[in-house]
């Protein structure tokens, strides 16, 4: 990264700085988790976090409380889809369609499209609940610097327009498909993406930054999970939080001479940000593999267009 997009970053995340300290603090009223979610029902896998999340399997939540709930709220639910990159139009066809069916179906989405050129939107039958819109990224020389000019352009949505149009909103990567209903019990302050491959393995394997220099280092013997990096979800104010630290991370590893991952940089902010709801590995299936016995129902696959 040269030296003008590195002054450019700085300047930018001291702006978002500046701009946060206006932005509205609102509390969202949460449901009790005894009134919708029952860890026991899924004795084989790990249903709540050390810090007493809800860890989502297909069985531990009562659909039916949630909805009840989120219908009298009104609520409005926004969706980022970062289609940038090689495949972004062969990725982002699938995605709206899947999404247009299996998310939060019956209550408000407003779809964000963020795509890096200027490719036909796929079509896609207008109906009231469902709104698109797309925004331009630019994200001149290409994936090697990660997500940071999808994400920098997403902090600035956020702030202009999204905060005042939707209550929750989620981020996502387009190499993804919805196979299922993926509904309000997914909702949360912040939300996490359990990584599938790293939920069945040990620990101290993890992927974390290990170098002490990296703003994204999780020294050995630290860490609770490993999250993917697909999938980021929570209300508009804590989306933006995290995606100031993520930029400034960047700028921290720029300044010390390293390059760290997003999915990294992600894992560090989760870990010392707990997330209020991780959502299990049904969540996102790696449609290359079959799943083991405790993915009884994969809501969301993806593809990952490696080298055959
Ligand atoms: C629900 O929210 C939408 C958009 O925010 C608004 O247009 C509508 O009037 C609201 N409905 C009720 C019943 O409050």
Not at 31 to 59: C, H, M, N, Y
Request: with cysteine; glycine share 6%.
């Amino acid at each position: 990264m040269n030296l003008k997009r590195m002054l450019l970053l700085v300047l930018f995340v001291f702006s978002l700085m500046l701009v946060k300290r206006y932005f509205r603090n609102y509390q969202v009223e949460e449901l009790q988790l005894s009134d919708w979610f029952q860890p026991r029902k899924r004795p084989d896998v790990i249903t709540k976090t050390d810090w007493l999340a809800p860890v989502l399997w297909e069985g531990t939540f009562d659909r039916r409380v949630l909805e009840k709930h989120y219908r009298r709220r009104n609520i409005t639910v926004g969706l980022a889809v970062f289609a940038t990159g090689r495949f972004a139009e062969e990725n982002l066809r699938p995605f709206l369609h899947s999404a247009n069916k299996h998310f939060m179906t019956g209550y408000r989405v407003i779809f964000y499209v963020m795509a890096d050129a200027s490719f036909p939107l796929p079509h896609i039958q207008p109906s009231p609940l469902r709104t698109f819109k797309v925004f331009k990224v630019d994200t001149g020389s290409g994936w090697p610097d990660g997500p940071l000019e999808p994400m920098k352009s997403l902090s600035e949505h956020i702030i202009s327009h999204i905060q005042h149009e939707v209550d929750f909103l989620f981020s996502m990567a387009a190499n993804q498909v919805f196979q299922s209903e993926f509904g309000v019990e997914t909702l949360g302050p912040t939300v996490a993406q359990l990584h599938a491959w790293w939920y069945f393995r040990n620990t101290k394997n993890f992927p974390y930054e290990r170098r002490p220099a990296s703003a994204a280092c999780v020294p050995f013997g630290q860490g609770d999970f490993y999250y993917g990096s697909l999938m980021v979800g929570g209300t508009p104010r804590n989306i933006l939080d995290f995606i100031e630290n993520y930029l400034n991370g960047v700028i921290h590893d720029i300044k010390n001479g390293l390059h760290s991952t997003y999915e990294k940089h992600l894992n560090k902010y989760f870990y010392l940000n707990k997330p209020s709801k991780l959502l299990s590995p049904e969540y996102s299936w790696d449609l290359a593999f079959s799943p083991p016995p405790q993915v009884r129902y994969v809501k969301v696959g993806h593809i990952s267009h490696r080298k055959l």
